[in-house]
């Protein structure tokens, strides 16, 4: 799949660590990569859904824009890699764009991403389509609407490589998860240990919030179940 750089790493992870990173949330999974040393892994709050209800989990194929001033020479470039990299995407991954301020996204290349069985897409750029997206419900995470064609004016320049996305840097295979509160990466290598942490967490968060709504005192029930 990639053009730029080295082949797509292996998929090492547990078959359902998708599955159960989909079931916490942003802000439990932030503060467990916090507690492993992983303190800047939130994106920038330009980073929005495109509906409040919209959340996806996935693994993150990272694309790298670039500004543009004409179209390519030859028409049969047009959105190359940007449809490159579209035809690859293989079930659960998530588009995530590089910091680009044009419009990168639209209703036609969502519609073909879902066909393949992916995620959604996360970029540091624009998308159009805006009501289309919304009501296919796909999951669009972006730092602004802009109608706006990419062509002439910004293009895919490479896939798979480590990118910067809302401050954020992202690789290939890193996992993702994108509610509401925002957008959080999870580097590979501490993805499962994340999960797992934040598994336990929300169950003492659990506990907490029952241990309060009985009329516990906040700071006992701090002291008791350590989380806040």
Same mark, same amino acid.
């Given at each position: 799949m990639t053009s730029d750089s080295a082949a797509r790493p292996a998929r090492s992870e547990a078959p359902d660590l998708v599955d159960r990173l989909g079931a916490l949330y942003t802000a439990v999974v932030a503060d467990c990569l916090d507690g492993l040393g992983a303190r800047r892994q939130v994106m920038g709050s330009q980073i929005r859904p495109l509906d409040p &209800?919209? *959340? =996806?989990?996935? *693994?993150?194929?990272? =694309?790298? =824009?670039a500004f543009v001033d004409a179209p390519p020479a030859d028409p049969r470039d047009n959105y190359r890699k940007e449809l490159e990299a579209v035809a690859a995407l293989e079930p659960a991954d998530v588009l995530v764009a590089s910091t680009c301020h044009g419009s990168f996204w639209g209703e036609l290349l969502a519609t073909a991403s879902r066909a393949r069985g992916a995620h959604g897409v996360i970029a540091d750029a624009y998308t159009r389509d805006t009501s289309m997206l919304v009501e296919m419900g796909f999951p669009t995470f972006v730092a602004g609407v802009n109608a706006e064609d990419s062509l002439g004016r910004l293009e895919v320049t490479a896939i798979g490589i480590p990118i910067s996305c809302a401050g954020v840097r992202v690789h290939t295979g890193d996992l993702v998860l994108a509610d509401r509160d925002g957008v959080v990466v999870l580097p590979s290598a501490l993805a499962a240990q994340a999960i797992e942490a934040a598994e336990n967490k929300v169950s003492r968060e659990d506990g907490m919030?029952? &241990?309060l709504a009985a009329g516990m005192p906040v700071t006992e029930a701090f002291r008791r179940f350590k989380v806040l």
């Open positions: &209800a919209m *959340r =996806l989990a996935g *693994r993150a194929v990272t =694309l790298e =824009l919030r029952d &241990a």
